[in-house]
């Protein structure tokens, strides 16, 4: 097992445009979080799932992101009708229950 | 105030310092990790604790549940440390909170 896999490391979009993102998490791992972190702060959180039910939200995910874990296994998040202010690195993590938790090298996101 | 707070935010020190970051929380946890984060964002998990002191190599990590604080310490600082170092805790919940991090310079 390689660890958590984030793609792409970097995605430069217009403003406007829909983004998705991809996580693969350990394989026996069965939760997975999604955060993100601007510049100069700490991660936030946004999501996770156990297997394939979302289980918590943050309110900082407005109705533009949606995130899937269709199968329990991979998720995605995707932004729709990116803003500026969207702009941040989103970071994938999952654990076993609440031990092992480990951290994917994160997605960058630019929007111009 | 946030939930966890870390200090100093920024520190630089000369190669072979010994280095102390610490971290202080208000929410009772069931475990805080240590990260350590690389210009391009990968993020990397140092230690988890959910009490006393564990060691690995240079670094040492210890936790007071007590008095809600955990430090990490680096013995023998080197350039290759430099990172920024984010303290990040596990509530009751399985979302981890975390500092705002403390960036470490050493220089040579």
């Known amino acids: 097992d390689t660890g958590v896999s984030q793609d792409p490391r970097h995605k430069i979009t217009k403003r406007g445009q829909n983004v998705t993102f991809r996580c693969d998490p350990i394989s026996e791992h069965n939760r997975l979080y999604w955060y993100r972190q601007t510049l100069g702060q700490g991660p936030e959180f946004l999501t996770y799932f156990q297997n394939e039910a979302q289980l918590e939200k943050s309110r900082l995910l407005s109705d533009r992101f949606s995130a899937e874990r269709p199968k329990g296994s991979f998720s995605t998040l995707e932004i729709q009708r990116t803003e500026q202010g969207d702009s941040a690195m989103y970071l994938c993590?999952?654990?076993?229950?609440?031990?092992?938790?480990?951290f994917g090298s994160g997605t960058r996101l630019t929007v111009v | 105030k946030n939930e966890v707070e870390q200090s100093p935010q920024n520190l630089t020190a000369q190669e072979g310092e010994f280095i102390t970051i610490n971290c202080s929380y208000s929410v009772g946890i069931s475990a805080l990790h240590w990260l350590q984060q690389h210009p391009g964002g990968g993020i990397v998990s140092l230690f988890m604790l959910s009490s006393g002191k564990k060691k690995h190599g240079r670094l040492i990590a210890t936790i007071n549940i007590q008095e809600k604080h955990s430090s990490l310490h680096i013995t023998a600082s080197h350039p290759r440390d430099s990172a920024v170092y984010i303290c990040a805790v596990l509530p009751s919940g399985s979302r981890l909170t975390f500092g705002e991090g403390t960036q470490l310079t050493v220089n040579p």
């Open positions: 993590a999952s654990s076993l229950d609440r031990n092992g938790y480990t």
